[in-house]
Structure formats: structure tokens, C-alpha cells
């Protein structure tokens, strides 16, 4: 083990006996070494020691071993709709890249737009609002637009070193990933999300409630995050528009004619969407038809995945989805919410609603480079549900800014797809840490200014 290693693996055994150490104890029993516990877990995570999905199960286990809560507490994220919809989504994921319809309308959006810098930009924007609505899984659609992204960099003969080079993998980030709030099904943690926060409320929230909310506010969030590539790229000019041109109508002739088995993919998905749309009029939930729908790629006479396809789904990721989703519910049964609750109210108390939602905001800055988005959006979303009721304010606007705040990156490990975007070897943080860090403050200035008189004009504030 080298120095570095050592050091980091004192870090992650030494702070957490000192959070153990500084909890309080009134809050309840096993409260003190919860909190050692998740600390633990949430640097080892942040310094990279050991397998993240290791350190989600390992968490799992240490709840039940050191009795913090019981099995049916611990396991209970199995029981929710999460990891079946993410199980569904990957599958959908991979028959996007085995048939290669992904790839196919993002190609088509980038041929529209033209051969320019700005061309590439609406190319990317295009792409990005298409996919959304047909592929759930964040991860899954940085892996297409990355490779799309790379395949354009080649074909301009730019150096991999390059700010252009670095632009254009952002580009493909921010297609990928700034819209994922833009429908109630386009990101994997939000329908699981609100059934958390909300539970024990009399509110609700389905595809046209959700549509109404923040569809419009966050196509402006999206449009604002592919505006920072202009940052990134400086003074640097797109000089061979050409060969993106000849390389996007090379793409397309090799793909050639759309094939049977993309159509009835397509016919999945828009079955899936339409599920979600007349949740309203069904009743029936829509994760389980995505997770049906999604299978049915399987079946002989649809065959868009085959047997062999399915044993290679990566699935494990589930046991890491699962394991920070324990954190909140272990949370719950610690009394950890109605700590930080009791916490936070005086401080946001004569503030107003317009602060609380800044405050919001900011708390999912901070939070998001001490957990991974999911793992934040598990440990805190049932607080939001018991702040807003303490406060006596809709929850929603709170639970919106927070998950902005966990949308800005600066380091690579605070989420798992942006961390992706470096495996390309085509960006280098330097290029980009500015470009981030103003997008920070801008979507600040945008919650304030746009989002917050949104919601009030809607009623929601």
C-alpha cells in the first residue's frame, strides 16, 4: 500500500469514529453509529478505496450486523420501485445499442442541424430532447452520445488534448444528462422520489401534475447547461465543418435502412410512455408495465434482445442503487429526518419561501460532493416531505432546487456518468472546471430569477 492509499484509508476509518464520537445522542439509540456508519461509506466513496457497489453492499450489511435496523428496514429499497425501474431501463438501454436506434436519431437530429459550431451545438440539443423521452437511463445515454461525440473528434482530426476536443465530449454530457428533469420518466430515482417524499401526504404527482411543473422550467435548465460549452471552448474556432458533415452522412449511410427490430422497439417504448401518460385514467401503475414492456424485447417474434444478451445485462449495479437507498430508509427509522428537520426549520423560519428554495439549491451543491446524486436524493428526499409539512409549504419547489443543486459537477466522482465522460480520454478537467463552476452560479441566479416566479405564478409556491 503507498503513502496515499494509506493516508486514505486512515481518512476513511478515522473521520467517521470521530462523527460517531460528535453525534448526538438524544436523537435516538443508534442514531451515533448510523451516522459513523453512512460517514464512513460516504468517504470511502468519495476518496475511491474500494468498489463503490462493494462499499453499498458492505454498508447494507454493517446496518444489520451493528442491529442500527432491521433486515426488513435495510432491504425495504428492494420493495420500491427504483431497481425495477432501473432493471427496466437497462434493458431498454441495451436494445437501444444493439440495434442501434439510439444512435440512428441522434445522428439524424445532428444532420439537421448542419456542419457549424453552433450547427453541432442544435445538433446536440436536438438529439438530447429526443432520446430523453425514449431512454430512461441517464448512464445509457452518456455511453451514445460519448460515442458519437469521439467519433466526430476523429473524424475532425482534433487532438485529444485539445478545448475543442473537450467541448464537444461536453456537448455530448450535457444532451445527455442536463434534461434528465425534464419528463416524470426520463430520470430512474424521480417516481420513486416523490412516492417518498409525498408518502403520508394527501398530494400526488403523476406524468401531466409533473409536465405542468417543470417540463417548461427545465427545458430553460437545459438550454442554460449546453449554453456553458461556449465557455469552454473559448476563442477556439470549428475549422473542418466539413468532415463533421461527411462524417455525420457517413454515420447514416452505414447504419443504411431502419431495420424490423428497431421499429419494434420503438413500439416498446412508446408503450412505455404511454404508460406513464394514462397513469391518470389506468390506475395502473407504470414502472411495472416499463418493467413488462421492457421484457417483452425477449419474447420469440419480437426478438430486439436474444437469451445470451440478457445474461450479459449489468445488473449488479442494483445492489449499489439499493444501498443508497438504505441510507434513507435506515434514516427513517433512526430518527435522522426529523433530526435534520428540527434542525433546519429555525434556521429557514422568517426567511420565506423564496430562500428556503435557495437554500435548497445550495444544499445540493454541497451535498453533491459528499454523496453520489442518488444516494443524496435517497438520504434527504423524506426530509423535504417532513420540512415542507413543519413549514407548512408545498415540498415540490424545494425537492426541484435540490435536485438542480445535485446536477452541478466539478470533480469526477460525484456521479457515476459524469465520471464517464473522462474514460473517453477526450476531456481534461482543466478545460472544463471554469466552464462548471459559472454554470453553478448561473443556475443559481436562474432558480432565483425564472424558476421561484414560475412556480408562484403556477400556484405551486
Not at 445550495?362 to 453520489?372: K, M, P, S
Request: aromatic share 14%; net charge neutral.
Amino acid at each position: 500500500m503507498n503513502p496515499v492509499q494509506a493516508l486514505k484509508w486512515t481518512m476513511t476509518l478515522l473521520i467517521p469514529c470521530g462523527v460517531y464520537a460528535l453525534s448526538p445522542q438524544d436523537v435516538s439509540p443508534h442514531f451515533p453509529l448510523y451516522m459513523g456508519l453512512t460517514s464512513a461509506a460516504i468517504i470511502a466513496w468519495a476518496l475511491n478505496v474500494f468498489p463503490a457497489i462493494g462499499v453499498a453492499a458492505m454498508l447494507t450489511f454493517a446496518y444489520i450486523l451493528c442491529g442500527v435496523a432491521d433486515a426488513e428496514v435495510v432491504f425495504g429499497p428492494w420493495a420500491t420501485v427504483l431497481p425495477w425501474l432501473s432493471f427496466a431501463a437497462v434493458i431498454i438501454g441495451e436494445g437501444m445499442e444493439k440495434t442501434g436506434l439510439a444512435k440512428r436519431l441522434a445522428l439524424r437530429c445532428l444532420k439537421l442541424t448542419g456542419g457549424s459550431f453552433n450547427g453541432l451545438v442544435a445538433g446536440f440539443f436536438l438529439a438530447g430532447l429526443v432520446l430523453v423521452v425514449i431512454l430512461p437511463s441517464i448512464l445509457a445515454r452518456v455511453v451514445i452520445f460519448c460515442a458519437i461525440a469521439v467519433g466526430i473528434i476523429q473524424a475532425l482530426q482534433l487532438d485529444a488534448k485539445s478545448r475543442m476536443s473537450s467541448t464537444i465530449v461536453m456537448m455530448a454530457f450535457f444532451a445527455a444528462a442536463a434534461p434528465q428533469f425534464m419528463f416524470l420518466h426520463s430520470s430512474e430515482s424521480f417516481i420513486w422520489a416523490f412516492g417518498m417524499m409525498l408518502k403520508g401526504t394527501d398530494k400526488t404527482i403523476n406524468f401531466w401534475d409533473y409536465a405542468y411543473q417543470a417540463t417548461f422550467i427545465n427545458l430553460i435548465y437545459y438550454a442554460l447547461s449546453m449554453a456553458t460549452v461556449y465557455i469552454v471552448k473559448g476563442r477556439e474556432t470549428l475549422v473542418s465543418g466539413a468532415h463533421f458533415s461527411t462524417f455525420i452522412e457517413q454515420s447514416c449511410r452505414e447504419m443504411g435502412p431502419i431495420q424490423p427490430r428497431e421499429i419494434k422497439l420503438l413500439v416498446l417504448v412508446f408503450g412505455i410512455i404511454l404508460g406513464f401518460m394514462l397513469e391518470p385514467l389506468t390506475h395502473i401503475d407504470p414502472v411495472y408495465v416499463c418493467c413488462v414492456l421492457a421484457l417483452l424485447s425477449y419474447l420469440p417474434g419480437i426478438n430486439v434482445l436474444d437469451r445470451e444478451s440478457f445474461s450479459n445485462l449489468n445488473i449488479v449495479f442494483l445492489v449499489f442503487i439499493t444501498g443508497c437507498m438504505a441510507i434513507g430508509f435506515v434514516g427513517g427509522s433512526v430518527g435522522a429526518n426529523k433530526w435534520a428537520v428540527a434542525s433546519i426549520v429555525p434556521l429557514l423560519q422568517g426567511w420565506g419561501e423564496t430562500m428556503s428554495v435557495v437554500c435548497a439549491y445550495v444544499a445540493g451543491v454541497v451535498i453533491n460532493f459528499l454523496l453520489t446524486p442518488l444516494a443524496a436524493t435517497a438520504a434527504f428526499t423524506p426530509a423535504f416531505g417532513e420540512l415542507g409539512t413543519a413549514m407548512n409549504v408545498n415540498p415540490l419547489p424545494l425537492f426541484y432546487a435540490f435536485n438542480f443543486g445535485l446536477d452541478q459537477y466539478i470533480f469526477p466522482y460525484e456521479a457515476v456518468y459524469f465520471l464517464y465522460i473522462f474514460i473517453t480520454e477526450r476531456v481534461l478537467l482543466r478545460h472544463i472546471v471554469t466552464a462548471l463552476a459559472i454554470r453553478m452560479l448561473i443556475i443559481g441566479i436562474f432558480v432565483v430569477v425564472l424558476a421561484v416566479p414560475y412556480w408562484n405564478g403556477i400556484g405551486l409556491m
